[in-house]
C-alpha cells in the first residue's frame, strides 16, 4: 500500500485544483504556475447557491443504526438548507482504518466523494498530496468556531504541522474509558481501579471459572486485535513510553505487560483477531468482566444492562504516567469538489447544527460544542462526564504520513504476531517504530 500512496502521490504533484486551493508542499505548488501557496486559504463564501448544487458525502458507520441516522441526518439537511444543496451520503466501510487509504487512491484516480467523515491519523498524507481544502477563513468567518475549544482547533492545525490553518472540520471526540459491571466487581471485592496497577490487578482478578470445570469462562479484559492500538499504547504510556522511541527498555516493558493479558489468559483466546464487534459481545454476554471503549458505545451497554454497568477512566500508573486517546472523527472537503462552499455549508450543519444536535441524542457521541455540553442530558451522563475527565490527559498518535497504514496494517498484523509468540517483543517494537515513522 505504501508503495502504491506514493506513485500516486508522485502524480499528484503534477496536478492542480481550480476548485479549492492545493494545499501541498511547497515544491508541489511551484510545479504549475495556477497552484496557490498553502498558505493561501479558500475564500469565504459570499452568498448561499443559487444554482442546485449536488454533492457527495461519504461516512462509516460503527453499526446499522447509526448508518440509518446518518442518512437522516441528510435528509434533514436537504429539506432545510434551503440553499439549494442536495448531498448524496454513501457509506463505505471503516475496514480497521483502511477507509482513510481506500478514498486517498479513489480521489486521485478522479473520484472520490465532495466531503467526507475522516480521521487525524490520514490529514499529514492528503495535505502532503494535496488533497485537502484550506478551511481557514471559512472557519475564521464562522460564528459557530467559538463554541468549539481551542484545543480541538489546535489538534486540527496540528494534524496538518500548519499553525493557525485548518484543513478538518470538528465531528466527533471520545476518550477512552473502561466499561464493568458493579454487581461483579461488589461480588469479587474489586474497588473501582485508582492507578494502573489496580486495573491489572483487577483484571486478573476478574478472570475466573465459574462453574468449576477447569475452564475459564469469564476473562477479565475483552482485548481488542484490529482497531484497539489506542488501548494499546495506553499499556506502554503507563510504563514509562513515549511515541518518541517506541523501542526504548519502557515501551517494550508496556508491550510485555499488554501481551501478559493474553498470554497469561485474562483475555478471551481470540483476542488477537477480535474487532469492535466481537469484544462488545464477550462483554454483553458476560464472557468478559471489562472492555476499553467509550461514550459510542454506551446506550448499547445501558439497554443490555440497565443500572448494572458503569465505568472509569484509564487510570495513571504509580509513577505518575497517563494517557489517554483523544479518539476523532472529523470532516474533510477534498480540493477536487467543484463547490467548496456547500461542502462548507454542510460541514457547520455536522459541527454545531442540528446534524450535530440528530448525532448526540442518537449516540451520545459528539464533538464536544458548549451547546452539547451545556444540556442537561449530558451534564446528567455520567459516561459522558467520564469522558470528558478523560479530555485532561488525551492524546494522540504522531501526525506521520505513515500514521494511517500503521493503524490500519501494520499495527494489527504486527501486534497479532507478537501476542502468538511468532515474532518477538523486540522485533515487533522495531517494526512498530519503522512503520510508524518511517525509520
Not at 475459564?216 to 522511541?245: I, K, M
Request: proline share 4%.
Amino acid at each position: 500500500m505504501r508503495k502504491l500512496i506514493a506513485l500516486v502521490l508522485t502524480c499528484m504533484m503534477l496536478l492542480s485544483f481550480a476548485a479549492c486551493t492545493p494545499t501541498a508542499q511547497e515544491p508541489a505548488a511551484e510545479a504549475t504556475e495556477s497552484a496557490a501557496a498553502p498558505a493561501e486559504a479558500a475564500e469565504a463564501p459570499e452568498a448561499a447557491a443559487s444554482e442546485p448544487v449536488s454533492l457527495t458525502f461519504w461516512y462509516w458507520a460503527d453499526t446499522p443504526e447509526q448508518s440509518a441516522l446518518m442518512q437522516s441526518i441528510v435528509e434533514e439537511y436537504n429539506a432545510t438548507n434551503g440553499k439549494n444543496i442536495t448531498i448524496t451520503a454513501e457509506e463505505n466501510a471503516w475496514n480497521g482504518g483502511a477507509y482513510v487509504e481506500d478514498m486517498y487512491v479513489a480521489v486521485a484516480g478522479g473520484g472520490g466523494p465532495d466531503i467526507s467523515t475522516f480521521r487525524f491519523s490520514g490529514a499529514s498524507m492528503y495535505y502532503n498530496g494535496g488533497y485537502l481544502c484550506n478551511l481557514t477563513d471559512y472557519v475564521n468567518q464562522w460564528e459557530g468556531k467559538s463554541t468549539i475549544s481551542d484545543s480541538i482547533w489546535n489538534a486540527i492545525s496540528q494534524s496538518t504541522a500548519t499553525e493557525g490553518e485548518y484543513y478538518c472540520m470538528p465531528w466527533t471526540y471520545e476518550t477512552l474509558y473502561v466499561y464493568y459491571r458493579p454487581s461483579m466487581f461488589a461480588e469479587l471485592g474489586i474497588e473501582v481501579p485508582k492507578t494502573y496497577e489496580e486495573f491489572m490487578a483487577a483484571i486478573q482478578k476478574c478472570t475466573r471459572d465459574t462453574n468449576g470445570d477447569g475452564v475459564t469462562d469469564v476473562y477479565g479484559l475483552a482485548l481488542r486485535g484490529p482497531g484497539g492500538q489506542e488501548s494499546w499504547y495506553y499499556f506502554l504510556n503507563a510504563n514509562g513510553a513515549t511515541f518518541d522511541d517506541l523501542t526504548s527498555p519502557e515501551a517494550i516493558k508496556g508491550m510485555e505487560a499488554f501481551k501478559s493479558i493474553y498470554t497469561n489468559g485474562w483475555a478471551p483466546a481470540t483476542a488477537p483477531s477480535d474487532g469492535y464487534s466481537e469484544i462488545m459481545a464477550e462483554f454483553k454476554s458476560g464472557a468478559a468482566a471489562m472492555v476499553i471503549h467509550h461514550v459510542g458505545s454506551h446506550k448499547g451497554m445501558i439497554e443490555t444492562f440497565g443500572d448494572d454497568v458503569a465505568a472509569f477512566t484509564l487510570p495513571n500508573s504509580e509513577a505518575g504516567y497517563q494517557w489517554d486517546a483523544l479518539t476523532d472523527t472529523d470532516l474533510i472537503v477534498l480540493s477536487s469538489t467543484k463547490n467548496p462552499e456547500a461542502c462548507f455549508d454542510f460541514a457547520t450543519f455536522m459541527s454545531n447544527g442540528k446534524g450535530q444536535e440528530m448525532w448526540f441524542e442518537g449516540t451520545g457521541k459528539s464533538d464536544m460544542n458548549t451547546t452539547i455540553t451545556a444540556r442537561e442530558d449530558f451534564q446528567n451522563n455520567p459516561f459522558l462526564q467520564v469522558c470528558l475527565e478523560g479530555m485532561d490527559h488525551a492524546g494522540t498518535f504522531p501526525f506521520t504520513p505513515y500514521a494511517s497504514e500503521f493503524i490500519s496494517t501494520t499495527w494489527a498484523q504486527t501486534t497479532q504476531q507478537i501476542l502468538l509468540g511468532e515474532i518477538s517483543v523486540e522485533d515487533g517494537m522495531a517494526t512498530y517504530q519503522k512503520a510508524l515513522f518511517g525509520e
